[in-house]
């Protein structure tokens, strides 16, 4: 004999899917936190071994606070800082992990996220005569802008405006930079 068709019946069986499948999403989560966790700690690690000289033992994170901005860092003993800067790109937001060594020196960039325009400034993760250009950035000898403002960074073509974002999430990191070295008593060798 079929269940009478009414709101009684029908209240409890919708609540009674919802904590089957309440249960069985929280056991996936439970399941799968630690290997996520450790394929994100993987790939943070991954990129920061690319952005800074070699070095071992491990990184220690913290963050700093630069004009109202929180930044978040990883110290490599002996090699420098990774120091994450998100800025706002042509269609959203542009982070960028710099590897900044102990003398102030952008070692290496690796483009973290972006939400760019395919084929034109997307290019800022993977076109490597724009990116090998910030490779041993010295900023006390050139200037962090794009030619077109007066700079020394030859903009990604069609893509000013991320490349003047990409050159300011390089330019906010060495402000970071240079917090971090004030906070913790270091010398900044500029």
Known sequence: MAAKSNLRNMALCLTAVCLVCSAILGLVNKMTIEPIAAAQKA?????????????????????????????????????????????????GAL??????????IVHNT???????????????????????????????????????????????TASTITSRAYTLAISNALAAYNEIVKNVGGQNNE
């Open 110 to 156: 690796s483009t973290l996220s972006h939400s760019e325009t395919p084929g034109l400034g997307a290019k800022c993760q993977n076109d490597a005569k724009f990116l090998d250009q910030f490779k041993s950035w010295n900023p006390s000898e050139k200037t962090l802008l794009v030619k077109k403002d007066g700079g020394d960074v030859d903009a990604i």
């Open 43 to 91: 790939k943070t690690n991954a990129t920061i071994a690319k952005v800074l000289p070699e070095f071992s033992g491990d990184v220690v994170p913290g963050s700093v606070n630069v004009a109202g901005v929180e930044y978040s860092y990883y110290e490599a003993p002996g090699a420098g800082y990774a120091i994450t800067s998100v800025v706002g790109g042509f269609n």
């Open 95 to 104: 982070s960028v992990m710099v590897g900044i060594t102990n003398e102030g």
